[in-house]
């Protein structure tokens, strides 16, 4: 017959020397109540309280693993170097609220919360920059320049018509000379 209990049943072992005897002892001795599963005490003298540490031992360590499922499919993710998702997201988030505003009054009530979005934005964006550039996808207008005059000695070396080339070349240098650095 299967004994069915909860924690709370205390159960008296008849032999001293079973393995599930709770191992609290007193000045009488060792208890005689039977303990918890995973755990060496009955319930009286904490045995539900360490199954309970275990159970949330188990939980926790659960949960490590989904994080570090987690992390490991983000890490193999091909935009997971990107943080344009969240500039967008942050954005839109700023348009519907700035959009949900319906005069002054509201503007003003939303003030703290767009403020908000506006340093958030700005956060995520700087954080984003110095990640393309740690990443060396962001070039700085020598790189741009050095690139610029690398085509054009190409097109050079292809295109007999010099003037043609000079065209392309000043066109070329117009539009690299033309950028402020606010793209990327």
Same mark, same amino acid.
């Given at each position: 017959m299967t004994e069915v209990r909860d924690d709370t049943t205390l159960i008296k072992c008849s032999d001293p020397e079973d393995p #599930?005897?709770? @191992?609290?002892t007193?000045? !009488?001795? @060792?208890?005689? %109540?039977?303990c918890t599963e995973n755990a060496t005490f009955c319930p009286r003298h904490g045995g539900n309280k360490q199954e309970e540490k275990v159970e !949330? *031992? $188990?939980?926790?360590? %659960?949960?490590?693993?989904?994080? #570090?499922?987690?992390?490991?499919?983000?890490?193999?993710?091909?935009?997971? #170097?990107? /943080?344009?998702? *969240?500039v967008a997201i942050l954005r839109m988030l700023m348009e519907e609220k700035l959009r949900? =505003?319906?005069?002054?009054? *509201? /503007?003003?009530?939303?003030?703290?919360?767009?403020g908000e979005l506006v340093m958030k934005i700005d956060k995520v964006v700087t954080? =984003?920059? !110095? /990640? *393309? #550039?740690? /990443?060396g996808?962001?070039? $700085? !207008?020598?790189?741009?320049? @050095?690139?610029?005059g690398e085509v054009i000695q190409l097109i050079s070396d292809k295109v007999t018509n010099k003037d043609e080339v000079r065209l392309v070349a000043d066109g070329i240098l117009t539009i690299i000379g033309d950028m402020d650095g606010?793209?990327?």
């Open positions: #599930k005897r709770c @191992q609290s007193d000045a !009488k001795g @060792q208890c005689w %109540y039977r !949330k *031992e $188990d939980t926790d360590m %659960y949960r490590v693993d989904m994080f #570090k499922a987690r992390i490991a499919r983000h890490r193999t993710h091909p935009e997971v #170097k990107s /943080l344009a998702n *969240e949900t =505003c319906s005069d002054d009054t *509201e /503007l003003m009530l939303a003030s703290a919360s767009i954080s =984003c920059h !110095k /990640l *393309e #550039k740690n /990443l996808l962001h070039m $700085d !207008k020598a790189a741009i320049l @050095q690139f610029g606010s793209r990327t």
